[in-house]
Protein backbone atom coordinates (compact mmCIF):
# COMPACT_ATOMS: atom_id res chain seq x y z
CA UNK A 1 0.00 0.00 0.00
CA UNK A 2 1.15 3.33 -1.38
CA UNK A 3 1.95 5.98 2.16
CA UNK A 4 0.09 9.15 1.97
CA UNK A 5 1.50 12.63 1.82
CA UNK A 6 0.72 13.03 5.76
CA UNK A 7 2.47 9.93 6.60
CA UNK A 8 5.39 10.53 4.80
CA UNK A 9 6.14 13.99 6.40
CA UNK A 10 5.56 12.33 9.59
CA UNK A 11 8.08 9.15 8.89
CA UNK A 12 10.65 11.81 7.91
CA UNK A 13 9.65 14.35 11.44
CA UNK A 14 10.18 10.86 13.84
CA UNK A 15 13.50 10.07 11.91
CA UNK A 16 15.08 13.52 10.88
CA UNK A 17 13.86 15.19 14.21
CA UNK A 18 15.71 12.42 16.49
CA UNK A 19 18.41 12.60 14.05
CA UNK A 20 19.14 16.58 13.89
CA UNK A 21 19.79 16.07 17.49
CA UNK A 22 21.94 13.17 17.93
CA UNK A 23 24.13 15.04 15.46
CA UNK A 24 23.93 18.40 16.83
CA UNK A 25 24.16 17.46 20.36
CA UNK A 26 26.53 14.50 20.33
CA UNK A 27 28.56 14.20 16.83
CA UNK A 28 29.42 17.90 16.12
CA UNK A 29 30.28 18.61 19.40
CA UNK A 30 32.38 15.18 19.59
CA UNK A 31 33.78 16.65 16.19
CA UNK A 32 34.67 20.13 17.49
CA UNK A 33 35.97 18.59 20.62
CA UNK A 34 38.60 16.63 18.51
CA UNK A 35 39.08 18.99 16.41
CA UNK A 36 39.97 21.66 19.42
CA UNK A 37 42.48 18.67 20.91
CA UNK A 38 45.08 19.78 17.98
CA UNK A 39 45.06 23.48 19.21
CA UNK A 40 45.74 25.59 22.10
CA UNK A 41 42.95 27.66 22.73
CA UNK A 42 42.34 29.39 25.99
CA UNK A 43 38.39 29.66 25.30
CA UNK A 44 38.42 33.42 26.05
CA UNK A 45 39.55 34.85 22.71
CA UNK A 46 38.02 35.09 19.67
CA UNK A 47 38.52 32.01 16.82
CA UNK A 48 41.60 33.70 15.45
CA UNK A 49 43.46 32.95 18.53
CA UNK A 50 42.69 29.29 18.11
CA UNK A 51 46.74 28.04 17.33
CA UNK A 52 47.03 24.91 15.46
CA UNK A 53 49.87 22.80 17.39
CA UNK A 54 49.31 19.08 16.13
CA UNK A 55 49.68 16.13 18.87
CA UNK A 56 51.24 18.59 20.84
CA UNK A 57 48.85 17.94 23.49
CA UNK A 58 48.57 14.12 23.37
CA UNK A 59 52.20 13.90 23.61
CA UNK A 60 52.20 16.34 26.84
CA UNK A 61 49.76 14.54 28.23
CA UNK A 62 51.30 11.27 28.44
CA UNK A 63 54.79 12.72 29.37
CA UNK A 64 54.61 15.77 31.55
CA UNK A 65 51.73 16.19 32.92
CA UNK A 66 51.57 14.69 36.69
CA UNK A 67 48.30 13.90 37.23
CA UNK A 68 47.60 12.25 34.21
CA UNK A 69 49.11 9.25 35.52
CA UNK A 70 47.51 8.59 38.60
CA UNK A 71 43.66 9.76 36.69
CA UNK A 72 44.49 6.41 34.59
CA UNK A 73 45.28 4.73 36.73
CA UNK A 74 42.52 5.58 39.17
CA UNK A 75 40.19 5.16 35.95
CA UNK A 76 41.45 1.52 35.96
CA UNK A 77 40.84 0.80 39.09
CA UNK A 78 37.47 2.17 39.17
CA UNK A 79 37.03 -0.53 36.36
CA UNK A 80 38.19 -3.35 37.72
CA UNK A 81 36.35 -2.70 41.00
CA UNK A 82 33.07 -2.12 39.16
CA UNK A 83 33.88 -5.56 37.47
CA UNK A 84 35.03 -7.34 40.49
CA UNK A 85 32.33 -6.51 42.92
CA UNK A 86 29.09 -4.51 41.94
CA UNK A 87 28.84 -6.52 38.66
CA UNK A 88 29.10 -10.10 40.76
CA UNK A 89 26.65 -9.10 43.45
CA UNK A 90 24.25 -7.40 41.21
CA UNK A 91 24.42 -10.78 38.84
CA UNK A 92 24.15 -12.66 42.51
CA UNK A 93 20.70 -10.88 43.32
CA UNK A 94 19.00 -11.09 39.50
CA UNK A 95 19.90 -15.06 40.02
CA UNK A 96 18.25 -14.70 43.39
CA UNK A 97 15.12 -12.06 42.74
CA UNK A 98 15.08 -14.40 39.66
CA UNK A 99 13.88 -17.28 41.54
CA UNK A 100 10.39 -15.53 42.59
CA UNK A 101 11.01 -14.76 46.13
CA UNK A 102 8.59 -14.05 48.58
CA UNK A 103 8.86 -10.24 48.61
CA UNK A 104 10.94 -10.12 45.64
CA UNK A 105 9.50 -7.05 44.34
CA UNK A 106 10.11 -5.09 47.40
CA UNK A 107 13.46 -5.71 47.41
CA UNK A 108 13.88 -5.16 43.73
CA UNK A 109 12.74 -1.69 44.27
CA UNK A 110 15.01 -1.29 47.34
CA UNK A 111 18.45 -2.32 45.40
CA UNK A 112 17.09 -0.09 42.31
CA UNK A 113 16.31 2.59 44.13
CA UNK A 114 20.00 4.39 44.44
CA UNK A 115 20.17 3.86 40.22
CA UNK A 116 17.57 6.80 39.78
CA UNK A 117 19.81 9.18 41.81
CA UNK A 118 22.70 11.05 40.25
CA UNK A 119 26.02 10.24 41.57
CA UNK A 120 26.15 13.99 43.09
CA UNK A 121 23.35 12.91 45.41
CA UNK A 122 24.86 9.69 46.12
CA UNK A 123 27.97 11.36 47.24
CA UNK A 124 26.09 13.78 49.49
CA UNK A 125 24.62 10.85 50.97
CA UNK A 126 27.76 9.11 51.78
CA UNK A 127 29.59 12.18 52.81
CA UNK A 128 26.37 12.06 55.67
CA UNK A 129 27.76 8.31 56.52
CA UNK A 130 32.07 9.26 55.68
CA UNK A 131 32.58 12.24 57.56
CA UNK A 132 34.96 12.51 59.76
CA UNK A 133 32.77 14.23 62.83
CA UNK A 134 29.49 13.50 62.18
CA UNK A 135 29.18 10.73 60.06
CA UNK A 136 27.68 7.58 60.96
CA UNK A 137 30.42 4.77 60.03
CA UNK A 138 32.87 6.59 62.43
CA UNK A 139 30.28 6.67 65.32
CA UNK A 140 29.40 2.81 64.33
CA UNK A 141 32.97 2.14 64.87
CA UNK A 142 33.70 4.25 68.10
CA UNK A 143 30.62 2.30 69.45
CA UNK A 144 32.06 -1.20 68.53
CA UNK A 145 35.59 -0.96 68.56
CA UNK A 146 36.72 2.32 70.41
CA UNK A 147 38.44 3.29 67.10
CA UNK A 148 39.08 7.07 66.64
CA UNK A 149 38.22 8.89 63.89
CA UNK A 150 38.86 8.57 60.14
CA UNK A 151 38.39 10.95 57.44
CA UNK A 152 37.25 8.66 54.91
CA UNK A 153 37.05 11.53 51.91
CA UNK A 154 40.54 13.07 53.06
CA UNK A 155 42.53 10.71 53.19
CA UNK A 156 44.21 10.30 49.87
CA UNK A 157 45.41 6.57 51.02
CA UNK A 158 41.68 5.41 51.25
CA UNK A 159 39.57 7.89 50.06
CA UNK A 160 39.64 6.27 46.57
CA UNK A 161 38.19 3.58 47.77
CA UNK A 162 35.88 5.01 50.13
CA UNK A 163 34.32 6.48 47.05
CA UNK A 164 34.06 3.43 45.12
CA UNK A 165 32.00 2.04 47.47
CA UNK A 166 29.60 4.69 47.14
CA UNK A 167 29.38 4.64 43.33
CA UNK A 168 29.21 0.55 43.31
CA UNK A 169 26.11 1.17 45.93
CA UNK A 170 24.74 2.68 42.68
CA UNK A 171 26.06 0.73 40.24
CA UNK A 172 24.81 -2.55 41.68
CA UNK A 173 21.10 -2.03 40.88
CA UNK A 174 21.86 -1.31 38.09
CA UNK A 175 23.36 -4.45 37.16
CA UNK A 176 20.92 -6.14 38.67
CA UNK A 177 18.27 -4.89 37.12
CA UNK A 178 20.13 -5.58 33.62
CA UNK A 179 20.99 -9.55 34.24
CA UNK A 180 17.23 -9.86 35.77
CA UNK A 181 15.60 -8.92 32.69
CA UNK A 182 17.92 -11.45 30.87
CA UNK A 183 17.44 -13.86 33.14
CA UNK A 184 13.65 -13.64 32.25
CA UNK A 185 14.62 -13.86 28.58
CA UNK A 186 16.17 -17.65 28.77
CA UNK A 187 14.24 -20.27 27.34
CA UNK A 188 12.90 -22.11 29.78
CA UNK A 189 13.99 -25.28 28.23
CA UNK A 190 17.19 -24.86 28.46
CA UNK A 191 16.53 -25.16 32.24
CA UNK A 192 14.39 -28.20 32.34
CA UNK A 193 17.06 -30.23 29.76
CA UNK A 194 19.90 -29.55 32.50
CA UNK A 195 17.55 -31.18 34.90
CA UNK A 196 16.82 -33.68 32.80
CA UNK A 197 20.72 -34.38 32.28
CA UNK A 198 21.71 -34.19 36.16
CA UNK A 199 22.93 -30.94 36.36
CA UNK A 200 22.23 -28.74 40.09
CA UNK A 201 21.94 -25.19 39.87
CA UNK A 202 25.36 -23.91 40.01
CA UNK A 203 26.02 -26.00 37.01
CA UNK A 204 22.93 -25.43 35.14
CA UNK A 205 23.70 -21.42 36.04
CA UNK A 206 27.23 -21.83 34.85
CA UNK A 207 27.21 -23.92 31.80
CA UNK A 208 23.10 -22.96 30.14
CA UNK A 209 22.07 -20.00 31.72
CA UNK A 210 25.33 -17.69 31.71
CA UNK A 211 26.42 -18.40 27.82
CA UNK A 212 22.42 -18.09 27.08
CA UNK A 213 23.50 -14.03 28.86
CA UNK A 214 25.87 -13.22 26.48
CA UNK A 215 24.05 -10.20 24.63
CA UNK A 216 23.02 -9.06 28.44
CA UNK A 217 27.12 -9.60 29.37
CA UNK A 218 28.07 -7.52 26.19
CA UNK A 219 25.94 -4.73 27.54
CA UNK A 220 26.92 -5.10 31.01
CA UNK A 221 30.44 -5.18 29.73
CA UNK A 222 30.44 -1.20 27.78
CA UNK A 223 28.28 0.10 30.52
CA UNK A 224 30.36 -0.73 33.22
CA UNK A 225 33.55 0.44 30.87
CA UNK A 226 31.51 4.08 30.32
CA UNK A 227 30.84 4.32 33.54
CA UNK A 228 33.82 3.49 34.55
CA UNK A 229 35.69 5.96 32.08
CA UNK A 230 32.66 9.21 32.64
CA UNK A 231 32.70 9.11 36.62
CA UNK A 232 33.02 12.38 37.43
CA UNK A 233 30.19 13.85 39.55
CA UNK A 234 30.87 12.09 42.96
CA UNK A 235 34.60 13.12 42.91
CA UNK A 236 33.84 16.44 41.25
CA UNK A 237 31.36 17.28 44.47
CA UNK A 238 33.86 15.50 47.15
CA UNK A 239 37.45 17.61 46.46
CA UNK A 240 37.00 18.92 42.66
CA UNK A 241 39.07 15.29 41.71
CA UNK A 242 42.39 16.00 43.98
CA UNK A 243 44.09 14.44 46.68
CA UNK A 244 44.38 11.10 45.59
CA UNK A 245 41.09 11.43 43.69
CA UNK A 246 42.00 11.93 40.60
CA UNK A 247 39.94 10.70 37.73
CA UNK A 248 40.57 11.41 33.61
CA UNK A 249 36.77 13.19 33.27
CA UNK A 250 38.17 15.45 36.73
CA UNK A 251 40.84 16.23 34.16
CA UNK A 252 39.04 17.68 31.47
CA UNK A 253 36.76 19.72 33.46
CA UNK A 254 39.86 21.48 35.66
CA UNK A 255 41.61 22.01 31.88
CA UNK A 256 38.67 23.33 30.12
CA UNK A 257 36.42 25.43 32.60
CA UNK A 258 38.93 25.55 35.41
CA UNK A 259 41.48 28.16 36.12
CA UNK A 260 43.78 26.93 33.96
CA UNK A 261 41.53 27.36 30.55
CA UNK A 262 43.07 25.47 28.72
CA UNK A 263 40.57 23.98 26.19
CA UNK A 264 43.07 22.80 23.62
CA UNK A 265 44.47 20.53 26.65
CA UNK A 266 41.21 19.52 28.17
CA UNK A 267 40.17 17.96 24.85
CA UNK A 268 42.86 16.00 23.97
CA UNK A 269 41.85 14.31 27.79
CA UNK A 270 38.77 13.64 26.09
CA UNK A 271 39.25 12.34 23.47
CA UNK A 272 41.82 9.69 25.17
CA UNK A 273 38.82 8.84 26.91
CA UNK A 274 36.05 9.06 23.49
CA UNK A 275 39.00 6.44 22.18
CA UNK A 276 39.03 4.26 25.07
CA UNK A 277 35.38 4.38 25.04
CA UNK A 278 34.69 3.48 21.65
CA UNK A 279 37.07 0.00 21.57
CA UNK A 280 34.80 -1.51 23.76
CA UNK A 281 31.68 -0.10 21.93
CA UNK A 282 33.22 -1.20 18.56
CA UNK A 283 33.05 -4.87 20.17
CA UNK A 284 29.85 -4.74 21.27
CA UNK A 285 28.45 -3.46 17.89
CA UNK A 286 30.38 -5.78 15.86
CA UNK A 287 29.12 -8.43 18.17
CA UNK A 288 25.71 -7.75 18.31
CA UNK A 289 25.67 -7.41 14.41
CA UNK A 290 27.14 -10.62 13.63
CA UNK A 291 24.55 -12.19 15.86
CA UNK A 292 22.48 -10.69 14.00
CA UNK A 293 23.29 -11.94 10.73
CA UNK A 294 23.95 -15.71 11.87
Not at 33 to 54: K, M, N, P, Q, Y
Request: aromatic content about 10%; glycine content about 8%.
Amino acid sequence: MRNGRADRITLALMLGVPALLVVGLVWLPAMVTVALSFTRWDGIGGLETIEWIGTQHYVDAFTIYPPFEPALRHNLVWLVFLFAVPTVLGMFLAVLLDRELRGGSVYQSVFYMPVVLSLALVGFIWQLIYSRDQGLLNAFLAVVADAPPVDWFGDPDINLYAVLVAAGWRHTGYIMLLYLAGLKAVDPSLREAAAIDGAGPVRTFTRVVFPALLPINLVVLVVTVIDALRAFDIVWIINRGRNGLELISALVTSNVIGEASRVGFGSALAVIMLVISLVFIIVYVSTMLRGAHR
